[in-house]
């Protein structure tokens, strides 16, 4: 069971705004960065946000991050196709000294 | 550019060892740390642990404590994961990631325990 709560699945249409979230404590989210990969089958993670709100060059300004207390959230403005993919959250927990991940959430575009 | 380039898939039988490795470019390599994430098959990403880039200072997570050691070589750029004692659970996809937020990652080495 991951230290981070992810809901296991999500889905909007074409154009929404969607929302994903990561729940954790104060060990964790609630003194670390959060960062977050997207996933597509068969492929490396790639980093989508990292330091709970920044964005790495070529990752479009569609998706923006939020971390507030011991929670963060991943939208998704103006949703497409091709962001169907898996999304992960991570932090640092100062409780175990090491990273932990949450455990991913499906992202459908119907 | 940066790239982490692991080694190939490998078939081993239950209680055997695997070793993997991960060859850094595109940056110095004793600059950043490494860190070994796997995935089994349709599950999530789980971290095992990381190393440092200059040193032999590595962290492991509680689950691979005493079953993973994870070593360095800052002369050919290269990180090496050994993961000891396989079981079938152990059958994943291992990769490697540049250390603070995992901004680049090897293309993963599937491991298969038989």
């Known amino acids: 069971q991951s230290l981070l709560t992810q809901a296991p699945s999500a889905s909007g249409t074409p154009g929404q705004t969607v929302t994903i979230s990561c729940s954790g404590n104060i060990s964790n989210i609630g003194k670390n960065f959060v960062h977050w990969y997207q996933q597509f089958p068969g492929t490396a993670p790639k980093l989508l946000i990292y330091?709970?709100?920044r964005r790495p060059s070529g990752v479009p300004d569609r998706f923006s991050a939020s971390k507030s207390d011991t929670s963060a959230s991943l939208a998704f403005s103006g949703l497409r196709s091709e962001d169907e993919a898996d999304y992960y959250c991570?932090?640092?927990?100062?409780?175990?000294?090491?990273?932990?991940f949450g455990g991913g959430t499906k992202l459908t575009v119907l | 550019q940066v790239q982490l380039v692991q080694s190939a898939a490998e078939v081993k039988k239950s209680g055997a060892s695997v070793k993997v490795s991960c060859k850094a470019s595109g940056y110095t390599f004793t600059d950043y740390g490494l860190s070994w994430v796997r995935q089994a098959p349709g599950q999530g990403l789980e971290w095992m642990g990381n190393?440092?880039?200059?040193?032999?200072?590595?962290k492991y997570a509680q689950k691979f404590e005493g079953r993973v050691i994870l070593t360095a070589d800052p002369l050919t750029s290269t990180g090496f994961m050994e993961l000891r004692s396989l079981r079938a659970d152990d059958s994943a996809v291992y990769y490697c990631?540049?250390?603070?937020?995992?901004?680049?990652w090897g293309q993963g080495t599937l491991i298969t325990v038989s």
């Open positions: 991570a932090s640092w927990d100062d409780g175990l000294s090491g990273w932990v």
């Open positions: 990631a540049r250390d603070l937020s995992f901004e680049f």
């Open positions: 190393i440092s880039g200059y040193n032999d200072n590595a």
């Open positions: 330091r709970n709100d």
